[in-house]
């Protein structure tokens, strides 16, 4: 008796020790072409409403200078997954996607599965649409979701003559119905349920609420802003919003709250034909403007994140890589940079500042731009601007003729960070805004 009481005993201590060493579940929320001044957690108009994506805000750090890594949304997740400057390995722009995030880089999910990790994307991929490319090639246990290039209708969930096109389930495309959104917060809560007794990594990216503007008839009319784009896009809102909650509640109700890491960032700013609102930012996606590249970003992580801290330092997509990468006790292959920085500090309220010294954007498209401190230079098929951001975040006036000394040090940065980077892969023309190649698109010879 005596011998299987301390077999007991000690069965319990061991199941304690493993849960305590139990590294932490990872949830990646992407919103797309997400307007800053679309969230209520941020400064917004009265009639946006998101009390679920604000938990996250309130219960964690909400980063007043997050950016996304690029003005379009594919070369931001190949960010994201990378931890790298996307320039890196030739990812520039939305139409590089048909070339695929290049087979030898490696994601988060490549990371965190060999360390007991099980691992999801659900939603837009973008990031490769040859089998080679697949998310089940990428690092991820299961799909559900779509391929690319861009947009993806929200009804219409038929398999399509298009492969890239359809829904698909893990390794095929599927028949569905109902609303893309909604489904998206279906499939990742599931995905939570079903793996409560283990770490997992969840990437949960909508296409909401990029363009087509469509919603539920009902809740559309929930809303009269006297802009029927704008109440649709409320709507679409309202339904990515109800999904985001759903991830949180599955989690709150499998116990799970304290041993996630959650983070919710946009892969863009706010686009002009889809009706979202960028508050006082200046410009729309496709922009190296404050308001084509700084998003609604937050991180929480009950018990590590310090609940309602603003943090004010500049960062950017690639930090929720090197983040959740030291939460998990991985460590990125060696032999490589990566450029992301681990947040921690700032998620405990003391940031050491700055995260990072310098910041760059470029699409290969003559729009460039590099945030070093307060300053920010623009550089717009050739026409230099420079802003001071802590007083003028809305960019109206440029210093650039009263500083010539500083808009030649930002350059120089800039020229020397470009110089490191890789000639971009894509062939493709450019893409509009619903993904579509543009006809008469000029076509790029591989570099």
Same mark, same amino acid.
């Given at each position: 008796m005596e011998i299987a009481r301390r077999t007991f005993l000690a069965s319990l201590a061991g199941a304690a020790a493993a849960q305590a060493r139990r590294p932490p579940n990872v949830v990646f929320i992407v919103t797309d072409d997400h307007g800053y001044g679309d969230t209520s957690a941020y400064p917004h108009p009265p009639e946006v409403k998101t009390p679920q994506i604000d938990r996250i805000a309130r219960e964690g750090v909400r980063f007043e200078a997050g950016y996304?890594?690029?003005?379009?949304?594919?070369?931001?997740?190949?960010?994201?997954?990378?931890?790298?400057?996307?320039?890196?390995?030739?990812?520039?722009?939305?139409?590089?996607?048909?070339?695929?995030?290049?087979?030898?880089?490696?994601?988060?999910?490549?990371? *965190?599965?060999?360390?007991?990790?099980?691992?999801?994307?659900?939603?837009?991929?973008?990031?490769?649409?040859?089998?080679?490319?697949?998310? *089940?090639?990428?690092?991820?246990?299961?799909?559900?979701?779509? *391929?690319?290039?861009?947009?993806?209708?929200?009804?219409?969930?038929? &398999?399509?003559?298009?492969?890239?096109?359809?829904?698909?389930?893990?390794?095929? &495309?599927?028949?569905?119905?109902?609303?893309?959104?909604?489904?998206?917060?279906?499939?990742?809560?599931?995905?939570?349920?079903?793996?409560?007794a283990r770490p997992f990594f969840l990437y949960l990216a909508f296409n909401a609420v990029h363009f087509p503007l469509q919603a539920p008839p009902a809740t559309v009319r929930k809303y009269d802003t006297g802009r029927r784009e704008r109440d649709t896009y409320l709507a679409m809102l309202e339904h990515e919003d109800a999904a985001v909650g759903r991830v949180l509640d599955e989690l709150k109700r499998r116990g799970l709250e304290r041993d996630t890491l959650v983070a919710f960032v946009s892969d863009n700013g706010g686009a002009r034909n889809n009706a979202s609102n960028n508050g006082s930012l200046r410009d729309y996606k496709h922009s190296v403007y404050e308001g084509g590249i700084r998003v609604p970003y937050m991180i929480r992580w009950l018990g590590h994140a310090k609940a309602g801290t603003v943090c004010k330092d500049p960062v950017m997509t690639f930090d929720l890589f090197a983040t959740a990468a030291r939460a998990a006790g991985v460590s990125p292959p060696a032999g490589r940079v990566h450029d992301g920085k681990d947040l921690s500090a700032a998620l405990e309220g003391r940031p050491r500042s700055p995260v990072h010294d310098r910041l760059f954007w470029d699409g290969d498209e003559e729009k460039r731009a590099v945030r070093m401190g307060r300053w920010k230079l623009v550089d717009n098929a050739g026409k230099l601007e420079l802003f001071d951001l802590e007083s003028d975040p809305s960019e109206k006036a440029d210093l650039a003729a009263r500083q010539p000394d500083r808009v030649r040090e930002l350059k120089a940065e800039f020229d020397r960070w470009r110089a490191e980077m890789k000639p971009r892969i894509g062939k493709g023309g450019p893409e509009d805004e619903g993904g579509a190649r543009k006809k008469g698109g000029r076509k790029k010879k591989k570099a």
């Open positions: 996304a890594g690029a003005y379009v949304c594919a070369p931001t997740r190949a960010q994201l997954l990378t931890g790298r400057y996307q320039q890196r390995f030739g990812f520039y722009t939305a139409s590089d996607s048909r070339e695929g995030l290049p087979l030898g880089e490696t994601t988060l999910a490549d990371l *965190l599965r060999p360390a007991g990790y099980r691992t999801m994307a659900v939603g837009k991929w973008h990031l490769g649409i040859e089998p080679a490319y697949h998310p *089940l090639k990428r690092g991820f246990d299961e799909f559900y979701g779509f *391929l690319g290039h861009g947009a993806h209708d929200y009804f219409d969930l038929k &398999p399509s003559s298009e492969p890239h096109q359809s829904i698909w389930r893990d390794g095929k &495309p599927i028949a569905d119905t109902g609303y893309l959104t909604d489904n998206l917060g279906r499939e990742a809560a599931a995905f939570v349920a079903r793996n409560e």
